[in-house]
């Protein structure tokens, strides 16, 4: 029996293995103590939710709480990192990311209002999101203890987990025949494990969930016309729609045509590698129709200060640093940037491909007259000649130096 000071824990519960075995064993471990469920809505599969209060009760928890934070999630986590253009190590759509910190955000303030005294979460020593928990615990509210069972128990397997369940008569619909570790919210839906272990080995078709295999979507494309306000995407198709429900109707594009798979390999923060498919069907789509209104609206500067804050966003949101003054500060200059991403572009899905083929914004900086190759009239080209010599004197100085 460990600290017996705690009387009562929140726990992030999923209704999965191990968040199920986790609610008895901090009742073991922890003095009797009342252990709260909290559960996230941001968009899994609507069955992963049906009777998950019912499970957390039969499991021992005092309460169940269930939040709907979809939209949340789109407007308030997704959509800014949007706007930096963050790819984590130029792939990877950070779904699992930007998800933990509303996540744990949301169970801090459920554990402030129910009166806990600590805070748990079932992610593993091996793992990110150990920290991107623990981060926004300390951030917000630093005084909660914080349990993670992961690093003190002494269950190491499926078969540890499902012995020490049955062993006490708790219910579970997991089994020994689920390889794979996922994890689906609205924006992503992630697969590793099984055959995935080995990069060696070519994925199959069970780790994919969401989207058609690109060999077997529609041979004719498809065009769908996205519409962008200051960086965000604000309608599909002419209909103006929420952000959750704009990534709804593009993930049911995106899916259909097998757009935004990824297998990679990752860096870890913890310091290992992980291989993992990826499934963004919808924010990939997105992603493009932002970087094209973006090629229009932005000088060439700008552009390359908004590529940088995209690579810096993508560490500080994979390391789970949403709540540090360096991500508030990288979105705000982010959001300067995004004051003139105003747009509309039409792309065409076709094969898991995205390709904006028409783009238009009222703040192009675009000017057919200057960049036509017919004759023009307000473009001297003998100003180039100057301009090459100013712009390569440092050059011609230094080969005079050699001469010398």
């Known amino acids: 029996m460990q600290n017996?000071?705690?009387?009562?824990?929140?726990l992030a519960y999923s209704g999965g293995l191990d968040t199920s075995a986790i609610i008895p064993w901090l009742k073991e471990h922890y003095g009797g103590c009342e252990v709260v469920a909290f559960v996230a809505?941001?968009?899994?599969?609507?069955?992963?939710?049906?009777?998950?209060?019912?499970?957390a009760l039969q499991s021992g928890a005092?309460?169940?709480?269930?939040?709907?934070?979809?939209?949340?999630?789109?407007r308030d986590y997704v959509y800014p990192v949007l706007k930096t253009g963050a790819l984590y190590e130029g792939?990877?759509?950070?779904?699992?990311?930007?998800?933990?910190?509303?996540?744990?955000?949301?169970?801090?303030?459920?554990?402030?209002?129910?009166?806990?005294?600590?805070?748990?979460?079932?992610?593993?020593?091996?793992?990110?999101?150990?920290?991107?928990?623990?981060?926004t615990y300390t951030?917000?509210?630093?005084?909660?203890?914080?349990?993670?069972?992961?690093?003190?128990?002494?269950?190491?397997?499926?078969?540890?987990?499902?012995?020490?369940?049955?062993?006490?008569?708790?219910?579970?619909?997991?089994?020994?025949?689920?390889i794979y570790s996922r994890d689906e919210n609205a924006w992503h839906i992630s697969t590793e494990g099984g055959v995935l272990e080995s990069p060696a080995n070519a994925s199959n078709q069970?780790?994919?969930?969401?989207?058609?295999?690109?060999?077997?979507?529609?041979?004719?494309?498809?065009?769908?016309t996205v519409t962008v306000a200051k960086g965000e995407v604000v309608a599909v198709n002419g209909q103006a729609m929420s952000p959750f429900q704009c990534l709804e109707a593009l993930n049911v594009l995106g899916a259909k045509h097998g757009v935004g798979r990824i297998d990679i390999v990752e860096n870890r923060?913890?310091?290992?590698?992980?291989?993992?498919?990826?499934?963004?069907?919808?924010?990939?789509?997105?992603?493009?129709?932002?970087?094209?209104?973006?090629?229009?609206?932005?000088?060439?500067?700008?552009?390359?200060?908004?590529q940088q804050l995209g690579l810096e966003m993508s560490y500080v949101v994979y390391d789970g640093r949403w709540f540090a003054p360096l991500r508030r500060s990288l979105q705000a200059s982010a959001e300067a940037l995004a004051e003139d991403v105003n747009g509309e572009v039409?792309?065409?899905?076709?094969?898991?491909?995205?390709?904006?083929?028409?783009?238009?914004?009222?703040n192009s900086l675009y000017s057919e007259a200057f960049a036509t190759f017919g004759e023009d009239e307000v473009y001297d080209h003998r100003h180039a000649g100057g301009f090459i010599r100013l712009f390569s004197l440092s050059s011609r100085i230094r080969a005079l130096n050699e001469q010398k």
């Open 139 to 178: 951030a917000l509210a630093p005084q909660l203890k914080v349990v993670a069972p992961w690093r003190e128990w002494d269950l190491r397997s499926r078969e540890a987990l499902l012995d020490y369940l049955k062993a006490r008569d708790i219910p579970t619909t997991a089994s020994l025949e689920k």
């Open 346 to 362: 039409v792309l065409e899905l076709y094969k898991g491909q995205v390709t904006a083929l028409q783009k238009t914004s009222g």
């Open 269 to 306: 923060l913890v310091g290992m590698k992980s291989r993992g498919c990826y499934e963004t069907p919808g924010g990939t789509i997105m992603m493009s129709a932002l970087r094209a209104v973006e090629q229009l609206v932005l000088d060439r500067d700008s552009f390359k200060w908004r």
């Open 91 to 135: 792939t990877y759509l950070l779904g699992t990311s930007m998800a933990r910190p509303i996540i744990a955000k949301a169970q801090v303030e459920l554990a402030l209002k129910v009166g806990a005294d600590a805070l748990c979460h079932g992610a593993t020593g091996k793992g990110n999101d150990q920290v991107r928990f623990e981060s």
């Open 4 to 10: 017996p000071g705690i009387k009562k824990i929140v």
């Open 206 to 224: 069970d780790c994919w969930v969401w989207t058609v295999d690109p060999k077997a979507a529609p041979d004719r494309a498809e065009q769908v």
């Open 62 to 74: 005092s309460e169940c709480h269930v939040v709907d934070l979809r939209e949340e999630f789109i």
């Open 41 to 55: 809505d941001i968009g899994q599969d609507r069955e992963d939710l049906v009777g998950v209060e019912k499970k």
